[in-house]
């Protein structure tokens, strides 16, 4: 059974960093082959694409974390990073990771960052 966990949410002040970790487990094969997405979504809103790594490495991030956040992949631990710079009280969401895979996606139950002003 395929099972995404994130972890590294919490309560940070304007202009503080927060690291997010995506953990996969079961699925340790197809990872390698996987593009894994950061998704957030805010209190009202839907839920949008905060940045992307596919299984060759390249990055896509949205205008709105360009510069400031940053998605890495770790395939020896199954594992998929989001680095958090300069925090805006409106990156304040419940961050989610999704596993894109043999057109399937796998999602994680997420991960709670608030950015207080």
């Known amino acids: 059974q395929v099972q995404l966990v994130e972890s590294g949410g919490g309560l940070v002040q304007a202009g503080g960093s927060l690291r997010l970790s995506c953990v996969v487990s079961?699925?340790?094969?197809?990872?390698?082959?996987?593009?894994v997405n950061w998704y957030r979504q805010a209190p009202g809103k839907q839920r949008e694409l905060a940045a992307l790594?596919?299984?060759?490495?390249?990055?896509t991030y949205a205008d709105s974390v360009n510069g400031r956040f940053t998605i890495t992949r770790d395939n020896a631990k199954n594992a998929v990073n989001l680095q958090m710079n300069n925090l805006k009280p409106e990156d304040t969401a419940v961050y989610f990771c999704?596993?894109?895979?043999?057109?399937?996606?796998?999602w994680g139950q997420g991960t709670q960052v608030t950015v207080s002003s």
């Open positions: 790594i596919t299984s060759s490495g390249s990055t």
């Open positions: 999704d596993l894109d895979v043999f057109n399937r996606d796998y």
């Open positions: 079961g699925f340790t094969l197809a990872f390698r082959l996987a593009t």
